[in-house]
């Protein structure tokens, strides 16, 4: 579902296919067009700090972003809290930085529900991830996290 990019940039690939890797010869446009979308940006809210927040973190610092990440929002948090490094605050308490990139990292159920409340808070730069996109940033921090440690083998 590539509307859900929309209302964001066209799918911009150029210059990206050196940050993400590619899987046996193919390329995931989505996951190129969110690694575009980010890089493109100045800064970065993750709205949903479960699980699907946090792997698009790690798949943001392993893609070199995590300085563009302000934090996490929720539509629920009460107060500022910090978890692991991060801050965690209710979506409206980001209003100042309505010129974000706003990614909805939370399930898919949840993803209209949360637009409506993005376009209420004048939020007009995001993307979500989807099931399918999330697989691709799991298997995309997995393929760098044993790169990274040299467990890798080629089996060609």
Same mark, same amino acid.
């Given at each position: 579902?590539? *509307?859900?990019?929309?209302?964001?940039? @066209? +799918?911009?690939?150029?210059?990206?296919?050196?940050?993400?890797?590619?899987?046996?010869?193919?390329?995931?446009?989505?996951?190129?067009?969110?690694?575009?979308?980010?890089?493109?940006?100045?800064?970065?809210?993750?709205?949903?700090?479960?699980?699907?927040?946090? &792997?698009?973190?790690?798949?943001?610092?392993?893609?070199?972003?995590?300085?563009? &990440?302000?934090?996490?929002?929720?539509?629920?948090?009460? @107060? !500022?809290?910090?978890? *692991?490094?991060?801050?965690? #605050?209710?979506? #409206?308490?980001?209003?100042?930085?309505?010129?974000?990139?706003?990614?909805?990292?939370?399930?898919?159920?949840?993803? @209209?529900?949360? &637009?409506?409340?993005?376009? !209420?808070?004048?939020?007009?730069?995001?993307?979500?991830?989807?099931?399918?996109?999330?697989? !691709? &940033?799991?298997?995309?921090?997995?393929?760098?996290?044993?790169?990274?440690?040299? +467990?890798?083998?080629?089996?060609?």
């Amino acid at each position: 579902k590539t *509307d859900d990019f929309l209302p964001l940039y @066209k +799918l911009i690939i150029n210059n990206m296919c050196n940050r993400t890797t590619a899987h046996n010869g193919t390329v995931n446009l989505k996951l190129l067009g969110l690694v575009s979308a980010v890089d493109q940006s100045n800064a970065v809210i993750l709205y949903g700090a479960g699980t699907v927040g946090n &792997i698009t973190k790690e798949f943001l610092k392993y893609n070199g972003f995590e300085n563009k &990440i302000l934090g996490f929002a929720t539509s629920t948090a009460n @107060k !500022e809290i910090e978890v *692991d490094g991060t801050v965690v #605050k209710n979506i #409206k308490n980001y209003q100042d930085n309505t010129n974000a990139l706003v990614i909805v990292s939370a399930r898919e159920s949840y993803h @209209k529900e949360m &637009i409506g409340i993005l376009q !209420e808070t004048h939020f007009h730069k995001y993307c979500c991830i989807d099931y399918e996109l999330e697989a !691709e &940033i799991e298997k995309e921090i997995y393929n760098k996290s044993i790169l990274q440690k040299g +467990l890798l083998l080629d089996i060609r």
